[in-house]
């Protein structure tokens, strides 16, 4: 944005330039609305001076065309309320001679001035004057009714003279046919005859209804011509389809229901025949194939329960979507009919989830009381039947879907809506629990074996997560028993973990399941103790099992190893909660944790196991000294440590490239960590004393030795310690400051640190950098 030009004079050169562009565009405006005129015109005009660079000029506020139709607009209104007045003021004061001769002479005046301003090419005049024209035309109406035909009723009259203007108004305009606005009058005037007469002969909702829809059908075929007549069509046939559902809804039998049902059924047809004719208009194609629907379905309705009104009403839609197929139809007449099918499809599947979801949630009760051997009530919601016949007809639809139009989505939903009819069938129709839970194991396998061997990686997992939430609900359901407790969470187990060997299935599908069998597998063991009269923290011996197991079979486990281990883990974790109630307890399952966590360290894919169990004989070993009260835990950790030293220091003499972690980690943790456990709670300063001094040593000699365990395990150590035994004094000193001085003490720290932030970062990174070059 750099010029040569100092910044006044440059914005002097814009200023002037623009005012340049200003004056063009005003002359060209001018030229335009010559040319204009030239075309219009009958006789030439003189054309205006050559075309020069006129000179700058003020700027005008409004061009020529709009204040001309502004002017027009308020004289056409100052016109329009002169008329008013005069009808309704100065009308008595005539007589009828003389109210006929005005009003039929200023009509007919307003009415043919257009024609010679037409010509002389003032469109926008002619106009305006027609416009009053046309409103002198419904006062001559209102004076007509108010002295010819008093008697008459207001809406029969009204009906009439609506249907006479809409008669004239449409001649008139086909006469002119320049002008605009009297075929829109004519159109807004078509609106009202037929309801009025309907008002007029007192008719009932229904027959309404009917004035509305032909009113309707008679806007779609003048939107052929004029493209904003579906505008008002759409409003009176919404108007009128909306009565004719409430009928349909409110009728007692299905005698009182056709009437209603043939007013939908030729909502349907105008709807379908204005899309025929629009390709643009689909939604009205949409429209009335839910028409067609709700028109035939709605017959058998009062006879039926709603249940099974919603299931007939889904069989009316199904042959809407295999419009779909009937190339004979336009393409965008099937779009719409096809939607209007899924739509129905739709809201039958969201009926029947009304009836799936509280059978589903029902389970969770049981966790109340397990094993109490409640029965289940019979058909709860009194339409189990209808409910799985409209959810496995929805299923079905969305499965010819997918194939018709080869798309996975509507396969995803096939399979969940037939997984949810399937599976809350047994408990909608109120059936034994034996055969309930047989029922719903074999449409959970299915589920599962569809994951398994679906194509589609989407249907899939839809797939999955079907056989997934119908395995944790059933097992939930056999918490029940007993018996249906060790027999379902078994053969579930048994198929998750055939599942996971299952070998083309994709590798997702079988790690979920891998890890599913893992979980029963955890699950049986503690069922099996809750039989016995152990104690709940006993009952984590057995869970053991399955981490132990899983840690033992290790490579042969292949693909699906690592969500296993994972299981295991958590099951590893289950045990330990169990046994957190007694410390002793709790000490041997930490000891046993780290053996497994030992024996599968061995593997060389599985070294960093050795950390966890470590760190669990360490705990195993502190929760023992706990429980019997050790206030001197280095007379049992040093006899550790030294050994460990030991075996560290020949480690590092023979492998130089050991880690000092490796060699000397565990032995320096073992001493170090609980001391200081026990020294965080000492009063005495003998302990923190010795505590320190050890750890200054440590971190001494790692310096030294150039070793960065010793180094940042004693210094740790050794900052701890001296924040204890400094503890005391800073808050004595806290207590005997102002209020006011921590605070500002805190700001000027933070704006000290804000001020050298690089240099520090910098120095952090260097030390960060020795320190990872140490041993």
């Not at 562009?21 to 054309?47: F, K």
């Not at 839609?317 to 899924?342: C, D, I, N, S």
């Not at 094993?371 to 009530?377: F, G, M, N, S, V």
């Not at 009260?629 to 020949?650: D, H, I, N, Q, R």
Request: aromatic content about 6%.
């Amino acid at each position: 944005m750099n010029t040569p030009l100092p910044p006044a004079e440059e914005l002097a050169l814009i200023d002037r330039e623009l005012a340049q562009l200003d004056a063009r565009r005003h002359y060209l405006l001018g030229r335009r609305d010559w040319l204009l005129r030239l075309l219009n015109a009958p006789v030439p005009v003189s054309a205006p001076g050559p075309a020069a660079w006129p000179a700058a000029g003020p700027a005008k506020d409004a061009s020529a065309p709009s204040a001309q139709n502004v002017l027009l607009v308020l004289g056409a209104v100052l016109l329009a309320v002169a008329a008013l007045a005069f009808t309704l003021v100065s009308w008595g004061s005539l007589g009828i001679t003389g109210r006929a001769a005005v009003l039929g002479a200023v009509t007919a005046a307003a009415l043919a001035a257009p024609v010679p301003l037409l010509r002389r090419g003032l469109r926008s005049t002619a106009e305006s004057v027609a416009a009053v024209g046309l409103l002198l035309t419904v006062l001559d109406a209102y004076a007509l009714h108010r002295v010819g035909m008093p008697d008459t009723d207001p809406r029969a009259y009204a009906a009439g003279a609506a249907a006479v203007l809409a008669g004239v108004w449409a001649g008139y305009g086909s006469a002119l046919r320049t002008l605009r606005i009297p075929p829109g009058a004519a159109v807004l005037a078509a609106q009202f005859p037929l309801p009025l007469a309907a008002l007029a002969a007192q008719a009932g909702p229904l027959d309404l209804a009917w004035a509305l829809l032909a009113t309707a059908a008679l806007d779609a075929a003048l939107a052929l011509r004029l493209r904003w007549a579906a505008l008002p069509g759409a409003a009176l046939g919404v108007a009128a389809v909306l009565t004719g559902v409430s009928e349909s809804w409110s009728a007692a039998s299905a005698a009182e229901a056709w009437h209603p049902s043939a007013l939908l059924l030729a909502g349907a047809a105008l709807g379908v025949a204005a899309a025929w004719r629009e390709p643009r208009a689909w939604a009205a194609a949409l429209a009335g194939g839910l028409l067609a629907v709700l028109a035939v379905g709605g017959l058998p309705r009062p006879e039926l329960a709603l249940s099974w009104a919603v299931v007939v009403h889904l069989l009316v839609a199904l042959p809407l979507l295999a419009a779909v197929r009937v190339h004979a139809l336009p393409a965008h007449v099937r779009r719409g009919l096809g939607w209007a099918g899924a739509v129905v499809g739709a809201l039958t599947a969201l009926f029947g989830w009304t009836a799936v979801a509280p059978a589903l949630l029902a389970r969770v009760g049981v966790l109340e009381e397990v094993w109490a051997a409640t029965t289940p009530a019979a058909d709860p919601f009194g339409a189990g039947a209808a409910v799985t016949v409209g959810l496995l007809l929805a299923a079905g639809a969305a499965w010819w879907l997918s194939r018709v139009l080869s798309r996975p989505e509507p396969a995803a939903v096939a399979a969940v809506l037939a997984w949810a009819g399937l599976f809350t069938a047994p408990l909608l129709l109120g059936f034994p629990p034996a055969a309930v839970f047989a029922a719903q194991l074999a449409v959970t396998a299915g589920a599962g074996l569809l994951a398994l061997r679906s194509p589609d990686r989407g249907t899939g997992i839809t797939a999955g997560v079907c056989a997934l939430a119908g395995a944790a609900n059933v097992s939930l359901g056999a918490l029940d028993g007993r018996v249906a407790t060790f027999a379902v969470w078994g053969l579930l187990g048994a198929l998750c973990a055939a599942a996971a060997a299952y070998g083309p299935a994709a590798r997702w599908a079988r790690s979920g399941a891998a890890a599913c069998a893992v979980g029963y597998a955890t699950g049986l063991p503690a069922a099996a103790a809750a039989l016995t009269d152990l104690a709940v923290v006993w009952w984590a011996l057995p869970v053991l099992a399955v981490p132990a197991s899983v840690a033992a079979l290790g490579p042969r486990l292949g693909g699906v190893r690592l969500p296993a281990e994972i299981a295991a883990g958590a099951a590893g974790v289950l045990a330990l909660a169990l046994s957190a109630g007694r410390a002793g307890t709790l000490a041997l399952v930490l000891a046993l944790l780290g053996v497994v966590c030992a024996g599968a360290a061995v593997r060389p894919e599985r070294r960093v196991l050795g950390w966890a169990a470590g760190a669990l004989f360490v705990a195993a070993t502190w929760v023992r000294l706990a429980d019997a009260g050790v206030a001197a835990p280095e007379a049992y950790t040093l006899p550790v440590t030294l050994p460990a030293l030991a075996v560290g220091l020949l480690r590092r003499r023979r492998d130089p490239a050991a880690s000092s972690w490796t060699a000397y980690g565990p032995g320096l943790s073992a001493t170090l960590l609980p001391s200081l456990l026990a020294a965080w709670g000492d009063p005495d300063w003998v302990r923190p004393l010795l505590l320190g001094a050890a750890a200054l040593a440590v971190t001494l000699a790692g310096a030294q030795r150039r070793l960065q365990a010793p180094l940042l395990l004693g210094g740790g150590v050794l900052a701890v310690v001296a924040l204890h035994e400094l503890a005391p004094y800073v808050v004595q000193v806290a207590g005997a400051l102002p209020r006011w001085v921590p605070p500002a003490l805190a700001g000027l720290l933070l704006l000290m640190v804000g001020a050298t932030y690089e240099k520090r970062l910098r120095d952090a990174r260097r030390l960060r950098d020795a320190i990872a070059r140490l041993g």
